[in-house]
C-alpha cells in the first residue's frame, strides 16, 4: 500500500500511449491498489495509470457521495463502444491542482473493460452522471487525451492554468466533437 506521486499536466508522459494489460498479474494488482491509495490521498474520483507515470490502460473511480456510496471500481483494457447525448461537464483532474473548468461530455456512455478477475464486462452509464462522465475523463487519460482537450472557455481556462504555474492549453490539441456541439447548441 502506497501514495504514488501524481505527474502534473506538461509532463509528457501524460501524453503517452499506453498498452494493454494481458493478465491481471500480482504487480498489477499492486498498481491498482497503490492507485486507490492515491486516489483517495488527494481527494480524487478518479485516477488513471499514466497519471502515476504507468504507460497501461487501467483507471480506478469511486464515484460516492455523502448520500450515494458507490463501490470501488476498476477498468482494465476500457473501450467505450457506445455514446451519445451531450452535456457540459465541471472538472478538475489530479494532474491539474486546482483548476476546474467546463468540458463537453457524452450524457449517456457503454464501456467495455476487463475486471480484477480477468473476465470481460460492460458497463452503462447515464444522463450525464458524476460515473458517465468520470469513465470518460479516465478512459481518456489511457488515449493521451486530457480533460483541458475540450475546452468550452479557453481563455478562461488558460488564464486558470497560468495563475496555477501550469502551460496552457495546446490548441492543436483541442477535439473537433460536432456531434457534442449540435447537441450542445440545442439546450
Ligand atoms: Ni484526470
Not at 135 to 152: A, C, K, N, P, W
Amino acid at each position: 500500500m502506497s501514495v504514488l506521486k501524481v505527474i502534473n499536466y506538461g509532463d509528457d508522459v501524460l501524453r503517452q500511449p499506453t498498452e494493454k494489460v494481458h493478465k491481471v498479474s500480482a504487480k498489477i494488482q499492486k498498481l491498482v491498489n497503490d492507485m486507490f491509495d492515491t486516489m483517495y490521498a488527494y481527494n480524487g474520483v478518479g485516477l488513471a495509470a499514466p497519471q502515476v507515470g504507468v504507460l497501461k490502460k487501467i483507471f480506478v473511480l469511486d464515484c460516492s457521495t455523502d448520500d450515494d456510496p458507490m463501490p470501488q471500481m476498476v477498468f482494465i483494457n476500457p473501450v467505450i463502444i457506445k455514446k451519445s447525448g451531450a452535456i457540459l461537464s465541471r472538472e478538475g483532474c489530479l494532474s491539474f491542482p486546482n483548476v476546474f473548468t467546463d468540458v463537453k461530455r457524452y450524457a449517456d456512455v457503454t464501456v467495455r473493460y476487463m475486471d480484477m478477475k480477468g473476465k470481460m464486462r460492460e458497463m452503462t452509464a447515464t444522463e450525464g452522471s458524476l460515473l458517465c462522465r468520470a469513465i470518460q475523463h479516465e478512459y481518456d487519460h489511457t488515449e493521451g487525451i486530457l480533460f483541458v482537450d475540450h475546452v468550452v472557455d479557453r481563455f478562461t481556462t488558460d488564464n486558470l492554468l497560468h495563475e496555477n504555474q501550469l502551460p496552457p492549453i495546446d490548441a492543436n490539441r483541442i477535439l473537433s466533437e460536432p456531434d457534442l456541439d449540435n447537441v450542445l447548441m440545442m439546450i
